[in-house]
């Protein structure tokens, strides 16, 4: 069974940083592409930053220069470097993982990230 944990979410600051990391556990072909996706209170699920294979990088216009996304395929694992947080990155954050081949996606089960003015 494909399990996705994410680690890192909390309280912050506005101005301050956090670190959200995913491991991704099960037996799985190939990992085609890895990110983070967002769903603020009310709103509805989106992107914020995605690695595709290859090593192309899609980011949110707003947390462009801010956020980084970095993943390690060997250690199954998708990391997002969050600086200088704003309030209205407060949500829940949701690692994505879809796979070579079948593209099948899967989703952890999110983490709280609070952003406080």
């Known amino acids: 069974q494909v399990q996705l944990v994410e680690s890192g979410g909390g309280l912050v600051q506005a101005g301050g940083s956090l670190l959200l990391s995913c491991a991704v556990s099960?037996?799985?072909?190939?990992?085609?592409?890895m990110g983070w996706y967002r769903q603020a209170p009310g709103k509805q699920r989106e992107m914020v930053a995605t690695?595709?294979?290859?090593?192309?990088?899609n980011y949110q216009d707003p947390v462009k220069g801010r956020f980084t996304i970095a993943r390690d395929d060997a250690r199954k694992m998708v990391t997002l470097y969050m600086l200088s947080l704003r309030p209205e990155d407060t949500g829940v954050y949701y690692c994505?993982?879809?796979?070579?081949?079948?593209?099948?996606?899967?989703w952890g089960q999110g983490t709280q990230v609070t952003v406080s003015s």
């Open positions: 994505w993982m879809r796979t070579s081949g079948a593209r099948v996606d899967y």
């Open positions: 099960g037996i799985i072909p190939s990992i085609d592409a």
């Open positions: 690695s595709a294979r290859g090593g192309g990088t």
